[in-house]
């Protein structure tokens, strides 16, 4: 299976995915430069962190008009994976391929540690191979990442199964003090209606090696390959 | 035609100075070309007070790869790879523009390390700050977090280490030094020498603006607020990063001769420094830099400070590589000028020939001064004060004033700050920031790391330079140490006041001694730095504060510890019983006064403390390791403890009668080369063992285990007050 990570002017956790997927996850990968117009060939995207364009305006605000955004859409519409984090959440968002918005943390401040994520459902790709209920240990960065939605789009993501991921003390109990930035309904994680397109704020390509803290993050980014093995077969 | 007093003061220059000028151009510089002169001898790109002084430190040993000099400094990591660091202030514009003066510290440390062909793998950042009673502070402390933050986070370089530390001196004066650490393969490492003339000068990153002129001349006068107002940059670390990302392109070819980055004095001391160094001449035309406003001459030019800029000495037939490499990341590159054989610097202007000068006479003709250097009396004096006069300690305080000094901000938590700044980007972070004495950053590819740490007890320098000055280097060999690293090189900040006031140059030469004697006796060679001197208000300088940076070498990135101790371990004092109350964080925070002889320090004894931790965390042999510094031997062991949330039950009366009988003393008193080490009760026996045999004194503390720390039968301290004390004492505003 092969993996594309896109690299926008500014994105800086491209290597990181690169590295995941290749010494983590011992799969397939290439670098996607942000004014190529094609994805041809890729099996799964992944849009990486970062600070795309500077994020000057507003995180991934800029980065949706990137060239190499059609594709990007044009391979969602198709129903094939695609999995932002971090910036590339935000990007998700600001292209309209993802509901919500990633507003500025409640404390104000850029926010680095690790948290627990409760998996909230196996219909995505990168959940598949993972039970729900499941409690998974991810570092966070970001100083935009407070979840938002309208109180009907939040209603509607609870009835079509999209919050993929939501902020969970280590028991898997959803409190305001695991929650690190705000987020509406303890939400770290969405996708879109079909499923194909996931997005959450820690970072899965972080902990891919039990000698950086841990390997959750291969959960997710491995969860893709049972999926792809299938429709292989 | 004479030079007024005002033109000087502009460019920072004394009268002498020019007249020398004069006599080595055999006539009036012209005004482009003095301003180049005011720079380039400026304290800061001329080290006119301290080089004499340098000279000390030892700058060579069999890992040191390229020494003082060049942008930065490159150690042997095996593997056929190097290791570039070095560390610099940006005090100055931080006190006036705390978030832009601190992020552009930053990014252009950074700078040097690309520019060496490295990529930059971990920042680190000291900082001195006045008390936080005081808004003013609080508001520098905060914005300097938030632009090192912004700046790093942005980069996606973590910020993996640092310290943090509080004095009265600082108040209108912090200081921000900031610290980069690069990988390069031996073949990348790229030197900033220009040589082959005809070969092209290109300026590649931002446009040039009018920000930040004079900002050398303004970094080497006190009182810069009222000579020097609107010299502070803005940074703008996306651009960096694709100047970053093209640079580190560019010399995978085989095209670049040399590369500078334009940082202080811009785009003269870049040109004047990439010539001299290569004993050529450059000879450049300011028509054709990119600029960001109409109407810019020559003199603004030659002097912006402008950041995310870069100088490249290319061969002829590599520029359509370079604009190729520089358009795909939307970046800037000018062909400028080209290498001349005269070895002048020579600035044209649409044609017209506007400064004129060899290169060397910027350089190699900058004068040096050394001044008369004498003790301030008040300082031995107050060296002079015994600090066992005082009453001791009474046992039923003990409780108190562990809690106060665990939650004074010397010592506090900086899990605040901390949070901030990105330390999990680039995967390679094995010993978080907070986890240990130094931070251990893996390099992939291989089975190695890197720990690393900044470092520097102002009080103890200040009270005793030369001693302090040792200790400084001591200890952050001695946190490097304690993660399993075996210290291998130092790059250092000087920071001090005004050195023509004999009191200041006193402590700026025997810190320097200090220092440099102990590098030489633990083999910890000098191999980048920075000076910053005018550090002072209103003729009160700060802290002599010679920050330094030590890196460390792990052979086997498994075989590392933390600061953790487990319930079940159990305690090993290494190292000296005596400790002293002189210069120590307990006479300050309870007795009020900064005074008494820091401890002493025998550099044999420090070198086998730390060979011995070394081999005990290499043999898998011990859980975790913490120096003990600030607070002494109670604070560290309660750091030990909060990190692994255990209490613990001690034993510490052997230490009684080599602290005079005094409580405080073995409690709080500090002294160098100690470290508390916890060990599994099951290798107790071949850790004393291990450490009998390299003779070093090692005492049995006790065991972890319970909610409380019980020491000597005095009243118990619970941990979670611990722990509550430590984790609140600093607050961001």
């Known amino acids: ?233 | 035609m004479t030079v007024t007093d005002q033109t000087l003061r502009e460019v920072a220059l004394t009268r002498e100075e020019y007249d020398k000028i004069v006599a080595l151009l055999g006539r009036e510089p012209s005004p482009v070309e003095l301003g180049m002169f005011g720079a380039m001898w400026s304290e800061h790109c001329g080290y006119k007070h301290s080089r004499p002084l340098l000279r000390m430190f030892p700058t060579e040993g069999e890992r040191v790869l390229q020494g003082p000099g060049e942008n930065a400094g490159v150690i042997d990591i095996g593997d056929g790879l190097g290791a570039a660091f070095k560390i610099e202030s940006h005090n100055h514009p931080s006190a006036i523009e705390p978030y832009q003066g601190a992020a552009t510290g930053v990014g252009g440390i950074v700078r040097d390390i690309f520019t060496m062909g490295a990529r930059p793998v971990a920042l680190l950042n000291s900082l001195r700050f006045g008390p936080l009673t005081s808004a003013r502070n609080r508001y520098l402390l905060s914005g300097v977090v938030g632009g090192i933050g912004g700046y790093g986070n942005c980069l996606g370089i973590p910020t993996v280490a640092g310290d943090i530390y509080f004095a009265d001196s600082y108040s209108s004066n912090p200081l921000v030094n900031a610290m980069a650490v690069g990988i390069v393969r031996h073949d990348m490492i790229t030197r900033a020498r220009a040589s082959g003339p005809g070969n092209l000068v290109v300026l590649v990153g931002a446009d040039t603006g009018r920000d930040g002129i004079h900002g050398a001349t303004f970094a080497s006068v006190d009182n810069p607020e009222e000579s020097h107002r609107g010299v502070v940059q803005v940074g703008n670390p996306f651009l960096e990063k694709l100047l970053l990302e093209a640079c580190l392109e560019l010399l995978e070819t085989d095209y670049v001769v040399a590369m500078q980055d334009l940082g202080a004095a811009g785009l003269t001391s870049s040109i004047v420094e990439s010539a001299s160094r290569g004993g050529v001449g450059i000879e450049i035309d300011v028509a054709h830099v990119s600029r960001r406003e109409e109407g810019m001459n020559a003199y603004e030019i030659m002097l912006s400070e402008s950041q995310e800029r870069m100088l490249v000495i290319v061969r002829e037939d590599g520029l359509d590589a370079v604009r190729e490499i520089f358009e795909r990341w939307d970046l800037n590159s000018d062909v400028i000028g080209k290498v001349t054989e005269d070895g002048n610097v020579r600035v044209l202007e649409h044609g017209t020939v506007v400064a004129d000068v060899p290169a060397t006479y910027f350089t190699d003709e900058c004068p040096t001064y050394v001044r008369p250097s004498v003790e301030d009396p008040a300082v031995a004096e107050l060296r002079a004060f015994d600090p066992d006069i005082l009453p001791d300690l009474n046992p039923d305080q003990f409780g108190d004033t562990l809690l106060t000094l665990l939650g004074s901000w010397n010592i506090c938590s900086r899990e605040p700050v901390v949070r901030t700044y990105d330390h999990t980007i680039m995967s390679n972070t094995v010993l978080p920031p907070l986890d240990g004495d130094a931070a251990v950053v893996r390099i992939k590819g291989t089975n190695r790391a890197l720990a690393m740490k900044t470092d520097c007890n102002p009080r103890y320098v200040y009270l005793d330079p030369y001693v302090g000055g040792q200790h400084v280097v001591a200890e952050t060999a001695r946190n490097v140490a304690c993660t399993g690293a075996k210290p291998a090189a130092l790059t250092n900040c000087l920071n001090f006041g005004n050195p023509e006031r004999p009191p200041v140059y006193y402590q700026l030469e025997q810190a320097i001694r200090g220092m440099a004697e102990a590098a030489r006796a633990l083999e910890t060679p000098v191999i980048s730095g920075n000076v910053s001197l005018y550090n002072e208000t209103d003729g009160v300088p700060v802290l002599p504060t010679p920050t330094v940076g030590m890196v460390g070498l792990i052979d086997d990135v498994e075989r590392h510890v933390g600061m953790a101790a487990r319930r079940g371990d159990e305690l090993i004092l290494i190292g000296p019983r005596s400790a002293t109350l002189g210069a120590s964080e307990y006479l300050s925070m309870v007795h009020d006064r900064v005074a008494g002889a820091p401890p002493g320090i025998d550099l044999q004894v420090e070198r086998t403390v730390q060979e011995a931790v070394i081999e005990l965390v290499a043999g898998g042999l011990i859980s975790a390791a913490h120096d003990t510094s600030e607070g002494g031997l109670a604070v560290a062991i309660a750091e030990m403890l909060i990190a692994g949330d255990t209490g613990a039950e001690l034993d510490l009366s052997p230490l009684s009668e080599a602290n005079g009988g005094r409580l405080d003393r073995m409690l709080f008193g500090e002294a160098a080369s100690r470290v508390i080490v916890a060990v599994e009760p099951a290798r107790r026996d071949r850790v004393q063992q291990k450490l009998d045999e390299r003779g070093v004194e090692h005492l049995l503390l006790g065991r972890c285990g319970g909610d409380s720390l019980r020491v000597n039968g005095l009243p118990e301290v619970p941990i979670e007050a611990m722990s509550a004390a430590w984790r609140t004492g600093l607050v961001l505003d």
């Open chain 1, 1 to 233: 299976m092969k993996f594309g990570v896109v690299t926008f002017p500014g994105s800086n956790g491209d290597h990181d995915a690169l590295s995941a997927i290749e010494l983590g996850l011992r799969e397939e990968v290439a670098p996607i430069w942000h004014k190529e117009r094609s994805v041809d060939g890729f099996d799964a995207l992944i849009i990486p962190g970062g600070f795309s364009y500077g994020d000057y305006l507003r995180g991934g605000a800029i980065a949706r008009f990137s060239p190499i955004m059609d594709a990007v859409a044009e391979f969602a519409a198709a129903g094939k994976p695609v999995l932002g984090m971090c910036n590339g959440f935000q990007i998700l968002t600001e292209a309209g391929l993802l509901p919500g918005a990633l507003l500025r943390n409640q404390s104000l401040r850029f926010s680095c540690k690790w948290v627990n994520v409760r998996v909230e459902t196996d219909r995505t790709p990168f959940t598949q191979a993972i039970d729900p209920g499941t409690v998974l240990r991810l570092p966070i960065a970001h100083g935009e990442g407070r979840y938002f939605v309208d109180p009907e789009t939040l209603e509607q993501l609870k009835a079509r199964d999209q919050i993929v991921f939501r902020y969970t003390d280590a028991h898997g109990v959803e409190t305001d003090e695991a929650n690190p930035n705000g987020s509406l309904d303890n939400i770290a994680g969405v996708c879109n209606e079909a499923g194909n397109v996931v997005g959450l704020m820690p970072h899965p390509e972080r902990a891919y090696d039990a000698l950086l803290g841990g390997d959750d993050g291969l959960k997710i980014l491995g969860s893709v390959l049972r999926q792809h093995a299938r429709q292989v077969a």
